[in-house]
């Protein structure tokens, strides 16, 4: 069984429903996702035990945050091109770009301010959660995005390692963040399609 919810923020359902996720990385964008397992759950779609958590981009981040913001709800987590450390992704569109350009308007209301804002950002930062993670993450990044910058997944990559957690890492070369080109698209699907039957092909450990 697959979920791909459309959490506040998400575009289709209006402006109203995209700006209802403005400053909720972390917080209700990502508690929308567990609510839509709980939902699955209950009508025993599926098994709970038995959940992985999947994104790109900004996706990749839900599934950083899912595995160390509520890590006993997921099995295993794999993020693709991923954002891991709030504060830094800030702080690197806000050298790329002029203050008062629409991408910094769009990044300061989309995650939050990195003056105002900084202490909540580290504190829904996967980067500063890895002691938290339970689960396997698999991290996939191309080396020439653009958008997210492969740092991203380096610096998660680091911390998990330091907190001693099961990660792979997957680097894409030459490829960009919407993984244009197919051999390296292949690549990822072929790894990623690995690492789920890895571990959610067996039944959830007993409780």
Not at 2 to 29: C, D, H, I, K
Not at 130 to 149: C, F, M, N, R, S
Request: aromatic share 6%; glycine share 10%; proline share 4%.
């Amino acid at each position: 069984a697959v979920l791909q919810p459309n959490f506040r923020g998400s575009t289709g359902y209006g402006v109203r429903w995209e700006r209802a996720g403005w400053g909720q990385w972390g917080g209700l964008m990502q508690t929308d996702v567990e609510d839509g397992v709980a939902a699955l759950a209950r009508q025993r779609i599926v098994d709970v035990g038995r959940v992985c958590i999947v994104g790109a981009s900004y996706g990749g981040y839900a599934a950083l945050a899912g595995a160390t913001l509520t890590p006993s709800v997921y099995r295993c987590a794999a993020s693709i091109a991923g954002v891991s450390d709030l504060n830094a992704m800030l702080l690197q569109e806000a050298a790329e770009t002029r203050g008062d350009s629409m991408t910094s308007d769009y990044w300061r209301l989309s995650i939050g301010d990195r003056r105002e804002d900084s202490e909540h950002l580290r504190s829904v930062s996967p980067v500063n959660l890895a002691t938290q993670a339970q689960a396997p993450i698999l991290l996939i990044h191309g080396t020439d995005d653009t958008v997210v910058p492969i740092d991203q997944s380096q610096r998660m990559l680091r911390a998990l390692q330091a907190a001693g957690k099961d990660v792979r890492f997957v680097e894409l070369r030459g490829d960009d963040h919407w993984l244009s080109d197919a051999p390296t698209r292949i690549q990822m699907l072929r790894e990623l399609e690995t690492f789920l039957a890895q571990h959610l092909g067996a039944p959830a450990p007993a409780q």
